[in-house]
């Protein structure tokens, strides 16, 4: 995360910044839409409807925010040890893989509550154990974690491709592992809830585990030992070195809990939406939690808003792209790049300004 430039007051930094650099990024994306030829106060009106104007269309937004908020939460306790941690994709499809190793052999013996916490526990190792390396590496040989990060994510893609190819594959022309049983199934929503009509949305019982992260996020950063460390050694490595924070542990640690939670991502869609492990299941969520991160400001209850913000943009840009022919798959990606764009690589473009018209003027010495 860059280095913040001038005190703000906390609603300032955590509120009002996130807005302007939002409001920013959609004042461009109108001016793209106008650019076009199309309406922007139209496919506002659109994307709103889409997002949450029906049950079924709310359920999908809840269900891809559930899955950004695990991203954005593992992007986040990296952050806040200093690291900058970009294997989100590879460690979440590490993540599927261990839910598939519980799910495959005992769906048809456990029901869902069984397998949950096995799944569970799966997915945060595998992922945990994709983040270990490096991690170690970043801690005892000083590679860069960004650097390693990346080339872990595409080791995992292509060991997913040859898993579900050569490995888990069950006869199917489709590289995916065969369903994992309906008792498999994590509960949907549309089954447990009857006020809101969900329809076809796989919204399903992991949202529920996303809320027990977030808070989990919130009492281990701000309430416990190991997160003021964390914390310590984010802000300044060689200050928490002199207090006897070890720099190998602190690092280890954080990347091995980030890895776990971008991990538990996969609880989302493989054991609660497709009942079975498909290629490239985690579709770019991965990344999609560093923009998350930064927009929410490392902050659990700021991820879960981002996370709202991205659900909204995924589910009301399909309804877009569906009501306004105009206005393609693409252009939506677009739109999504300027909010990434804006929150991310730009997030402190308005703190100069603020920064001087929130300035307290400091007493004069007598």
């Known amino acids: 995360m860059s280095a913040p430039v001038g005190h703000l007051p906390r609603w300032v930094d955590y509120g009002l910044l996130p807005f302007l650099n939002l409001a920013a990024a959609f004042l461009v994306s109108g001016l793209v839409v106008l650019a076009i030829g199309e ?4 496919a506002v009106e659109i994307l709103l409807y889409g997002a949450f104007g029906y049950g079924e269309g709310f359920g999908f937004t809840l269900f891809y925010a559930t ?11 990296a952050f806040h040890a200093g690291l900058f941690n970009i294997g989100g994709e590879g ?25 949950l916490p096995l799944a569970v526990i799966a997915a945060g190792a595998f992922g945990a154990a994709w983040a270990f390396i490096p991690a170690w590496l970043q801690a005892r040989r000083g590679s ?4 390693t990060t990346i080339m872990f994510n595409f080791i995992a893609s292509a060991l997913m491709v040859y ?9 199917s022309m489709q590289p995916e592992t065969r369903s994992f049983g309906d008792a498999a199934q994590l509960p949907l929503a549309r ?8 329809g076809q949305s796989p919204l399903n019982l992991s949202t529920v585990l996303a809320a027990v992260a977030v808070a989990g996020v919130w009492v281990l950063i701000w309430r416990t030992r190991l997160g003021f460390e964390i914390r310590t050694f984010g802000q300044s490595p060689s200050a928490a070195a002199y207090a006897g924070i070890s720099p190998v542990k602190i690092t280890l640690i954080a990347m091995m809990l980030s890895g ?15 009942n079975r492990l498909i290629i490239g299941f985690v579709s770019g969520y991965g990344f999609v939690g560093i923009a998350v991160a930064l927009m929410g400001r490392g902050h659990p209850l700021g991820i879960v808003l981002a996370a709202l913000l991205f659900g909204v943009l995924y589910q009301g840009g ?44 400091r007493p004069q010495a007598a």
């Open 91 to 115: 460690q979440a499809t590490l993540g599927g893989l261990g839910v598939a190793l519980v799910c495959l052999p005992l769906g048809a013996v456990l029901p869902w509550w069984g397998l």
């Open 260 to 274: 776990a939670l971008a991990g538990l991502m996969a609880i989302n869609e493989v054991m609660g939406a497709s």
């Open 39 to 42: 309406d922007p106060l139209q």
């Open 144 to 147: 860069h974690v960004v650097i």
């Open 191 to 198: 089954d447990w809830i009857s006020a809101i009509d969900f």
């Open 163 to 171: 898993l579900l190819v050569d490995v888990l594959s069950y006869g």
């Open 67 to 77: 899955s950004f908020i695990f991203t954005g939460l593992a992007v986040a306790v």
């Open 318 to 361: 399909a309804e877009i792209a569906f009501e306004i022919p105009g206005i393609t798959r693409d252009m939506i990606v677009v739109i999504q790049g300027l909010v990434i764009l804006f929150a991310g690589g730009l997030e402190h473009m308005f703190r100069p300004a603020l920064a001087r018209l929130f300035a307290r003027p």
